[in-house]
């Protein structure tokens, strides 16, 4: 027995003719009754009762039909099914993340995500930028967000954002009244707080260099593995923060933000994924943040 058979059978049912049932497959009737009583002989039972004026589905018949209909619509879904894995509308995806890309940028990635592809399973991976590089090549994450992408021919990179880094003040700072932009040596003699080198070895070193750059070296008294941790010490007083733009809707009423006289100091984030990647899920998640997620950070840059 074949689809096919089925698909004549179905037919033929529903026209209850079979001449009508060939005119709709696009065959001559001889065939199409041949394959019916085929059919019948495979099944070993009368499918039809045929007289010169009419044709009849037996009780079997009807029963028979009942089942290729279900046949038919569950190969249908099969297919609809596959289609949506290769256009890649189904299945799952794990995301790596930096802590500090938590805030604002993958919660703007995901909300855009579900809505497009509401059947993808998200799992998210908290991981450094090179945990996250690490994990790609062990294909334990499908794609990335990571700070300050580099050349590298196994990789692709699609920077999201590019934003200014900004001073994070406790409240009682001498400094947190101020309007004015703060020169980086007006800091040379407060406590720093700092993301660990090991957590974001880019922005460690940035901070540092920068410092350097106007002629002191911070006084780095706590690192931290994440920013949340670090704005934290910050309102306690422990110290000053070098943080990126977007960080400063945490603690507002207890942490002044103050931006940096003329500031070379910006950070990026960026979208990472496997150069070899064929993926229809990666390919698609890829698309949708160029064209809805990066389109509406630019928005918020030139408001």
């Known amino acids: 027995m074949e689809l096919r058979h089925l698909k004549y059978f179905k037919t033929v049912a529903e026209e ?133 992408p580099f050349e590298n021919d196994a990789f692709n990179f699609e920077v999201i954002r590019r934003e200014p880094m900004v001073v994070a003040l406790p409240r009682e700072h001498p400094l947190a009244s101020e309007n004015s932009p703060i020169d980086l040596i007006e800091l040379e003699n407060d406590p720093f707080i700092l993301t660990g080198r090991e957590s974001n070895q880019i922005y460690y070193d940035r901070v540092i260099n920068s410092c350097g750059e106007v002629g002191f070296s911070p006084n780095i008294i706590q690192e931290t593995k994440e920013m949340s941790t670090l704005i934290s010490l910050v309102s306690a007083g422990i110290g000053i923060a070098i ?45 949708l943040v160029k064209e809805s997620v990066i389109p509406s950070f630019n928005n918020k840059e030139n408001l």
């Open 16 to 148: 209850l003719h079979f001449g009508k049932a060939a005119d709709r497959l696009n065959m001559a009737q001889p065939p199409l009754s041949t394959q019916i009583r085929h059919l019948e002989e495979e099944l070993g039972i009368p499918l039809f009762h045929r007289t010169k004026r009419r044709v009849e589905l037996t009780k079997e018949g009807e029963v028979f039909l009942e089942k290729v209909y279900q046949i038919l619509k569950n190969l249908d879904e099969s297919i609809e099914t596959v289609r949506k894995v290769n256009r890649g509308e189904i299945g799952e995806i794990s995301i790596g993340f930096l802590a500090s890309s938590a805030y604002d940028v993958l919660p703007t990635i995901i909300k855009y995500y579900r809505k497009q592809y509401p059947s993808i399973h998200v799992n998210l991976k908290q991981l450094t930028s090179v945990g996250q590089l690490r994990a790609l090549k062990e294909g334990t994450i499908h794609i990335g967000i990571i700070s300050e």
């Open 243 to 287: 943080v990126p733009d977007s960080i400063k809707a945490l603690l507002q009423n207890e942490v002044i933000y103050r931006k940096i006289k003329n500031n070379k100091f910006t950070t990026v984030t960026a979208l990472v994924w496997e150069n070899k990647s064929q993926s229809p899920i990666v390919n698609g998640f890829v698309e």
